[in-house]
């Protein structure tokens, strides 16, 4: 069955970097596009962007132009998302999901709580 | 880009009928899917192409769509189908999402 398993919390303080994965397993990976969707605590489901496994390419939304990175590694069959720059307003839950803008969300992540704090 | 309008709550009885919507201005040449989502869990795909189940996903699920607007549609409300409902679309290679929907049933 798909499967995508998401890095641990991560605290991190204002300014600095984080770097979430999100491993698959069970489909083969170069055949689906990876996207990442962030959810604040008690707010709803905010597109970040996502990477064509088969390409390479990526869309990212406005907001984070310029602080997010996302890549996948297809020996491992792993993506990530790195965003800098961080503020106590990135504290959210960040989701890896399969798929890209046009095609159904059938799989997530089970989330990784980020947490800025000085 | 354009925004996805849903109602932030929706009540209903057990075993009535639930009805959210969702609207965009540019729905109407595109698909939409919904997803539940459960306090502390990750959410699930209910619904693609406006009205397809995924399999594993109950009947009583149903969706439709008039015009701009998308309509998810749960027949005969459980207690367990009380959790948020998102819809989401796209619009030049941008996801977009529904503000969320949260349904009670009581």
């Known amino acids: 069955q798909v499967q995508l398993v998401q890095s641990g919390t991560e605290v991190k303080k204002p300014g600095a970097l984080v770097k979430v994965s999100c491993k698959a397993s069970g489909y083969s990976f170069s055949d689906y596009g990876i996207t990442w969707v962030r959810q604040a605590p008690g707010q709803g489901l905010e597109w970040m962007g996502w990477?064509?496994?088969?390409?390479?390419?990526?869309h990212y939304a406005s907001r984070f132009q310029g602080r997010v990175v996302m890549t996948t590694d297809t020996s491992t069959s792993t993506a990530y998302m790195e965003l800098g720059s961080l503020t106590s307003d990135d504290t959210a839950v960040y989701y890896c999901a399969r798929g890209l803008s046009a095609e159904p969300f059938n799989s997530w992540g089970q989330g990784t709580l980020v947490i800025v704090s000085s | 880009s354009y925004e996805l309008t849903q109602p932030p709550s929706v009540s209903v009885s057990p075993g009535q009928t639930a009805s959210i919507t969702c609207s965009g201005d540019?729905?109407?040449?595109?698909?939409a899917s919904w997803y539940q989502q459960k306090p502390g869990q990750s959410p699930v795909l209910v619904l693609y192409?406006?009205?397809k189940r995924p399999s594993g996903i109950p009947e009583r699920f149903s969706g439709s769509k008039s015009g701009n607007t998308v309509t998810l549609t749960i027949s005969g409300t459980q207690t367990m189908d009380e959790a948020d409902y998102f819809c989401q679309s796209w619009d030049s290679s941008t996801v977009i999402f529904g503000g969320g929907t949260k349904l009670t049933v009581l």
């Open positions: 192409l406006n009205e």
């Open positions: 540019e729905l109407g040449d595109k698909h």
């Open positions: 990477v064509s496994v088969y390409s390479g390419n990526t």
